[in-house]
């Protein structure tokens, strides 16, 4: 390994390690991996489970330094989810399942990016005893089996969107409602929803409610 790459390999471990007096340098140093490709394997919050995460990656990095992406959320849904069945719409790379598979009842994970989903899936893989998690490669909207444009953010693998523009780089995704996604499932005790999907939540809470409407679930919505 190149000296630049022990050094940043160190520093990125002091940072994980020692966070306290170096919040701004944690920071600035995320600019100097951004798009590194350099994997580093962490512990995860709550679940303890260790899978390797891509530092370059916005998401994946903060998931390495502090065990969590949004680590105050992923901190007040852990009590709600515990023994409960848990929607994680716009999974993105797993920060909410895989922090949250061992609190849950069973999780399912709806994420429109093929390469997120194949991220995640690799995660879950590689842990090897998660079993209640179920990965939906799908766009959650307000009807089903239609197929959108997601456009791809050059930035962070948790921009991409519907509603981007075109950022010369899309792919096709198929659509899914969450009531459909109740009665192709069979998935009845829905309890919480976290719901991250850049401009989508609207259409995704069209679709779904008669399931908002029956089992009243607790919900985590970003909304753009």
């Not at 719409?89 to 994970?109: D, E, M, P």
């Not at 307000?142 to 792919?171: C, K, M, P, W, Y």
């Amino acid at each position: 390994m190149k000296l630049a790459s022990v050094l940043t390999v160190l520093t990125a471990l002091l940072l994980r390690k020692v966070p306290s007096p170096f919040w701004r340098f944690r920071q600035r140093f995320y600019l100097s991996v951004k798009n590194s490709g350099l994997v580093l394997s962490s512990r995860l919050r709550h679940s303890n489970i260790q899978v390797p995460l891509d530092i370059g990656d916005w998401v994946q990095y903060w998931m390495y330094m502090d065990g969590a992406y949004e680590r105050e959320m992923v901190d007040y849904l852990e009590p709600e989810v515990r023994g409960r069945v848990f929607l994680d719409i716009g999974a993105n790379v797993g920060n909410y399942t895989l922090t949250l598979c061992r609190s849950a009842k069973h999780i399912y994970a709806f994420e429109a990016s093929k390469k997120n989903v194949e991220i995640l899936t690799r995660a879950v893989g590689l842990v090897g005893n998660i079993n209640n998690v179920t990965i939906l490669h799908n766009a959650v909207s307000s009807t089903s089996d239609e197929i959108v444009r997601l456009f791809l953010s050059e930035d962070a693998s948790g921009n991409h969107s519907q509603f981007l523009g075109d950022t010369g780089r899309s792919e096709n995704v198929a659509t899914l409602s969450l009531d459909d996604f109740v009665l192709r499932f069979d998935a009845e005790e829905i309890a919480v929803i976290k719901m991250d999907i850049e401009g989508a939540e609207f259409l995704a809470i069209e679709g779904g409610k008669r399931l908002l409407k029956q089992k009243r679930p607790v919900m985590v919505v970003e909304f753009n």
